[in-house]
């Protein structure tokens, strides 16, 4: 079962993650961004990348946390499946794995970047959600 879903938005698409703890929250928001961009099923992992960002402000953590696997994923032209993220104080410090971009990738649409738009990270009865809107 996934962690994620989606919500309605006029020109863009809005991502929800969930999970127990603010940190998975952020991993299946990730994992619902890039299912945009291409099936996971059709995706392997044979690639790892890190990022890392300093933020307080765990609203603005999702922001750049999904901005910055946008860029990782830019930078070394992977499409990416799965995700780890862990946070010590205001350091936060991801995993990301994937593939290169191959013919055999089922593609949707491309996401140009996380907005502050319907932004929300909070915490629940039954864990963390957190939802924001990206630019496709």
């Given at each position: 079962m996934r962690s994620y879903e989606y919500f309605e938005h006029d020109a863009d698409i809005g991502v929800v993650g969930r999970g127990a703890t603010v940190e998975?929250?952020?991993?299946?928001?990730?994992e619902a961004m890039f299912a945009v961009?291409?099936?996971?099923?059709s995706l392997r992992e044979p690639?790892?990348?890190?990022?890392?960002f300093v933020e307080?402000?765990?609203?603005?953590?999702l922001v750049q946390w999904l901005?910055?696997?946008?860029?990782?994923?830019?930078?070394?032209?992977?499409?990416?499946?799965r995700f780890s993220l862990s946070r010590?104080?205001?350091?936060w410090e991801g995993r990301a794995w994937g593939?290169?971009?191959?013919?055999?990738?089922?593609?949707?649409?491309?996401v140009k970047g996380a907005t502050l738009t319907m932004l929300s990270v909070k915490s629940g009865a039954t864990g963390w959600e957190a939802r924001c809107v990206v630019d496709v």
């Open positions: 998975r929250a952020f991993e299946s928001a990730a961009m291409a099936e996971p099923a690639a790892e990348v890190s990022v890392s307080d402000d765990i609203d603005l953590a901005n910055a696997l946008l860029g990782a994923a830019r930078e070394t032209g992977l499409v990416f499946r010590k104080g205001s350091r593939e290169p971009w191959r013919e055999e990738i089922e593609r949707g649409v491309e």
